[in-house]
Structure formats: C-alpha cells, structure tokens
C-alpha cells in the first residue's frame, strides 16, 4: 500500500466550478500537509501548508485536513483557466516526504 | 531571485554512457534532494542531502549517485543509464520551514 493515494482525476470543469481534490495517508506519524501546484513543463511550487487539523483558507483555496481519517482534501473555489494544473498532496513527518501520484485539472474557459 | 537550476533540462543519451545532471541552488538551504517524475507513480525521492557530504538514499536510489561537496550543488550521477531510468528528474532544496523549492525539471531518454 503506497504511503499517500491521490484521488487520479482527471478533472475536467468549467471556470466558476468548485473544484475538490482529495488524498489519504496511512501512517499517523505524518504532521505536516501539503498541497503543490505544477504547470506542465514546470517544477511543483508550493501552495498551502499546514499542520493542524481544521481548515485553511487562503484566497480561493481552502486546504482541509482531517487526521483522525488521515484525509486531506483541497479545495477551489471560483475556478480559472489559470488554475489548469496538476495537484500534488504531500505529507511529511519523523523527516520523510511523500507525494501523491497527482491529479490533473483543466478549468475550461 | 531565489531559484534551483539544473542541467540539462533535455537529454536523449544511450544505454550505458554515463551522465551527470547538475543542479544549484542559490538560497543557502542545507537539505536538498532528487526526484524522479513518472505517470501515475508521482513524485519517488531518488536521495537527499541533510548538508554538505552528508547524503542518503530516498525510496528508489538503485542506479544512482549523488555527491555534496558544496552546499550549493547536488549533482545527480548516472554510472550506466538504462532505459528504465528514462523519467522526468526534479532536483529540490528546502528551507528550514521545510517548504520545498523546485528545479524547472530534467526530461531524460535513455535509448
């Protein structure tokens, strides 16, 4: 069993919808969440962290975790073209990362 | 501007011939790391550095060097590529926050 699973996707939108990405992680000993965003041709970058379990909001994304479930989700609202992306959870504890396999999203305009 | 660069980012090569894929960085982070990209297996740590001439294996190290001899470069060694080593390959540094800083990617083929 993989350490992170990542819902696949593909997502498929149109621009305004409410775009929700997902993943589950088995090992408790994970504190830290996260959620990268990567462009095609690019490197991930960051775009929400966090550690507590509740909600973060930030702008149009709202990251979700839940560590009695070992859930995360993130969450867009109000989509763009711009958001067109592949979505990468990662979560990291006693020095270990890991990504999910990713989830491609396309807001269409 | 803070960023990691690495080398090169396009590279078709054959079975066999060895290869080094350079990356820096220029934010003085102490911990850097490689990745390997591949569809549906996401992000596989390759190895990581914690500082310099400290180094470990990641998830999937078979097949490859690294060495930190500065703090500012990582170079990623292939002794003798083979073909299922043909992936997408990010090299990362972090801060002490442990947000991640991505290279642009290196796309290599081998034949």
């Known amino acids: 069993q993989k350490e992170v699973e990542q819902d696949p996707g593909p997502l498929s939108v149109p621009e305004g919808a409410i775009v929700s990405l997902n993943c589950t992680y088995s090992?408790?000993?994970?504190?830290?969440f996260m959620w990268y965003r990567q462009y095609s041709r690019k490197g991930p970058e960051l775009l929400m962290y966090?550690?507590?379990?509740g909600n973060k909001e930030d702008g149009r994304f709202t990251a979700q975790v839940d560590k009695s479930s070992k859930y995360i989700s993130l969450f867009i609202r109000d989509s763009q073209p711009s958001d067109s992306a592949t979505y990468l959870c990662?979560?990291?504890?006693?020095?270990?990362?890991?990504f999910g396999a990713g989830t491609t999203v396309t807001v269409r305009a | 501007e803070a960023q990691v660069t690495q080398n090169p980012r396009y590279l078709i090569t054959v079975t066999g011939k060895k290869l080094t894929v350079t990356c820096s960085q220029n934010?003085?982070?102490?911990?850097m790391s490689w990745y390997r990209q591949d569809p549906g297996l996401g992000l596989r740590q390759i190895y990581y550095?914690?500082?310099?001439?400290?180094?470990d294996k990641g998830d999937v190290p078979e097949g490859y060097k690294v060495s930190r001899k500065e703090k500012r470069n990582f170079p990623l060694i292939l002794e003798s590529p083979s073909p299922n080593q043909t992936s997408l390959y990010f090299c990362?540094?972090?801060?002490?926050?442990?947000?991640?800083?991505f290279g642009e990617g290196s796309r290599l083929t081998v034949l």
């Open positions: 990662a979560i990291s504890g006693d020095y270990k990362l890991s």
């Open positions: 090992n408790s000993a994970f504190q830290y």
């Open positions: 990362a540094s972090s801060s002490q926050t442990g947000e991640l800083f």
């Open positions: 966090t550690y507590s379990s």
């Open positions: 550095s914690m500082n310099v001439e400290v180094t």
């Open positions: 934010m003085n982070h102490e911990y």
